[in-house]
């Protein structure tokens, strides 16, 4: 019995605050050409390009893992040459991401058992599918022993549409990828409309897969994601992609460096911050690329973030530009 006078107690549950999720700021690639003519100091050796970015930021998406499986020893290297806490994003070779592929770009024991059309592309077989994923995942390998490994980016076709395609033909290659992470972008706005939003997001929850969210140009063209879209899919990794805001250059550029071609403005680099902060709040890691990658637009954009974001006083100043 409760003695009189006695103080009551009880348990008082306290809601404990999820702790923001660390973010991760770099480009895709670090060895563009702009970067190289006017990011890099002059003159300075290619194998000393990787250390020096890495001295800048704590991750980077690798390019060149979509038009080729990278070679063990290469990324072996690559894992050497950068400080512990240094993440890498591999983007997963373009058959797989249902992108025209020659046959030159698979390793050489999958050329021989290989497909192709008339014009010289491979033909994507479910047995194919399995082994590129093995020999992409292999590839990896070091990364993952040195803690390193971020996730791979499934950066699809746009012609891999809802009135084409469904969303469960990824899910044999997403099981393939999960072990060591997997991202995948849309590059089809028909994903995203009307009551097929809610059905896309179902998907890649159940898959326990992170849906990349963009920065694009305020276009409705059906290439073009809408950036306003900020679903969290999988609360362990968001993915951010900052693909500038020009829609003549996205929708009507050549090559990379044209589409692309974007320098952001201090005050939008103040919006994206807003937006990494918010994103934090729903993730235990957030990654954000800059994919500007027209002259030196990226690295000094990302650095801009990273001050934003208050993880650096401020970036090495830019070269003059001769050319405004």
């Known amino acids: 019995m409760q003695r009189a006078g006695a103080v009551l107690c009880c348990r008082v549950k306290t ?9 991760l700021v770099g480009t895709a690639s670090w060895s563009d ?44 290297r ?5 400080p512990n806490e240094f993440v890498f994003d591999l983007k997963v070779h373009r058959l797989l991401s249902r992108h025209a592929a020659p046959l030159k770009s698979l390793p050489p024991a999958l050329q021989r058992i290989a497909e192709v059309t008339g014009k010289g592309n491979v033909i994507l077989t479910e047995k194919l599918e399995r082994a590129l994923a093995d020999e992409v995942v292999a590839a990896a390998q070091p990364l993952r022993a040195a803690g390193k490994m971020g996730s791979f980016l499934l950066q699809l076709s746009p012609a ?19 072990s060591l992470g997997v991202v995948v972008e849309l590059r089809n ?7 097929q939003l809610e059905r896309t997001l179902d998907f890649f929850r159940k898959q326990k897969t992170t849906l990349a969210l963009v920065d694009a140009p305020n276009e409705k063209h059906f290439t073009i994601m809408p950036s306003e879209l900020n679903a969290v899919t999988n609360p362990r990794l968001t993915y951010l992609r900052l693909h500038g805001r020009n829609p003549a250059a996205y929708l009507r550029g050549k090559t990379v460096a044209e589409r ?30 800059f994919n500007n990658n027209a002259l030196d637009f990226a690295p000094h954009a990302a650095l801009r973030l990273r001050a934003a974001l208050g993880q650096i006083a401020q970036g090495p100043p830019r070269q003059a530009d001769l050319f405004r």
Do not use: C
């Open 160 to 178: 891999f549409s809802p009135r084409k395609h469904e969303l469960a033909e990824l899910e044999a290659l997403l099981a393939k990828l999960a």
């Open 33 to 76: 050409p702009g970067f190289v003519e006017r990011w890099y100091p002059t003159g300075m050796a290619a194998a000393e390009r990787l250390p020096w970015y890495a001295q800048h930021f704590d991750l980077v998406e690798v390019n060149s893992s979509f038009y080729a499986v990278l070679a063990v020893k290469m990324v072996e």
């Open 78 to 82: 690559w894992a050497r040459a950068t």
């Open 15 to 23: 809601k404990i605050e999820k702790k923001p999720a660390k973010i």
């Open 260 to 289: 692309f071609y974007y320098d952001y403005s201090d005050d939008e680099i103040s919006e994206v911050a807003q937006r990494a902060r918010k994103l934090a709040a729903e993730s235990d890691a957030v990654h954000i690329i």
């Open 189 to 195: 706005r028909s994903w995203t409309e009307n009551d």
